[in-house]
């Protein structure tokens, strides 16, 4: 096996055909001809001395060993991208690329201003969001589609190839409808017998319903609703008896149709934080964004 000689031009190959499922097409989105790109993965077959792709008449697909030097290519890709963009950047030239994952809360609170004063300085540097919270987010900072994250993370943390900087903590409420038999209910065991809906993975933020009734010494009410998007829960529990864990300020903007009730009970802070990889290198402009995020949320609590 010799990988010494292999060269980006047959990474990018590789990548192209996981991407567009066929020889031709990747040959296509390339620039080059169907020959010259099969001699070219060929090659690359023999360097590394098992097979990488799976030829069909449907196209092609990558094998386990194809998947594994594919991930390792979009590391590599991510990491020319950024080198390339810091160059850029080093010049004065405020251009390149921005990826980040943002959680719905802090999307809706501070990020959109930070955005807006990030633009007037780097106008021309493209900024690509993607909603997720913990644990998808995981996934995006394992293939390096991403620069940093802004959202909530476990409690245990996300471990020591991670670096975490807490922006703000926002305050969760029990959220109803309007006239709902329980609106004015002061404590949390009064909703023992009523349906909570989860929102957010179960081993990320959908947890909180679980952890809020254990710390009581309750049991956990019944879930039968799962939802993805904190938006989407604020118009259920409008038009239903559902009940759900709203952060404050949403249920304060949604005030028509949704109710807080006055539970006893101290419930647990949601944790916003900055999230960045020690394995990734960012490039200036992606620290200014990340600067213009902590200054927006640190000027949020005086509103």
Request: aromatic share 6%; proline share 6%.
């Amino acid at each position: 096996m010799s990988l010494t000689d292999i060269t980006f031009a047959q990474l990018r190959a590789l990548l192209a055909v996981q991407r567009n499922g066929s020889i031709t097409s990747a040959a296509a989105a390339l620039g080059v001809t169907q020959p010259v790109l099969t001699r070219g993965l060929r090659l690359l077959e023999q360097q590394v001395g098992v097979g990488l792709l799976q030829r069909s008449a449907r196209g092609a697909s990558l094998t386990p060993y194809g998947l594994a030097l594919v991930e390792r290519a979009q590391r590599i890709e991510e990491e020319l991208r950024r080198a390339k963009d810091e160059l850029l950047q080093m010049q004065g030239k405020v251009s390149g690329n921005i990826s980040m994952a943002c959680s719905p809360i802090p999307m809706m609170l501070f990020v959109p201003e930070a955005i807006g004063h990030f633009r007037r300085t780097f106008t021309d540097v493209q900024v690509r969001v993607t909603e997720a919270v913990y644990p998808e987010l995981m996934n995006e900072f394992r293939q390096e589609s991403i620069d940093f994250a802004i959202g909530p993370i476990p409690e245990r943390g996300l471990g020591r190839d991670f670096k975490t900087t807490k922006l703000m903590d926002v305050e969760l409420v029990v959220a109803v409808r309007k006239g709902h038999r329980k609106a004015h209910s002061k404590s949390i065991k009064d909703f023992l017998e009523e349906d909570w809906m989860v929102m957010g993975p179960p081993d990320g933020p959908g947890a909180i319903v679980g952890q809020v009734f254990e710390k009581y010494g309750l049991q956990a009410p019944a879930t039968p609703l799962y939802l993805e998007t904190v938006w989407s829960a604020l118009e259920v529990i409008r038009h239903s008896d559902l009940i759900g864990f709203i952060p404050r300020p949403l249920a304060l903007w949604a005030a028509q149709g949704i109710a807080v009730a006055p539970v006893v009970e101290v419930l647990p802070l949601l944790r916003i934080h900055a999230i960045t990889s020690k394995k990734t290198i960012l490039t200036p402009a992606a620290r200014a964004l990340i600067s213009a995020i902590r200054a927006s949320a640190a000027g949020y609590h005086a509103i």
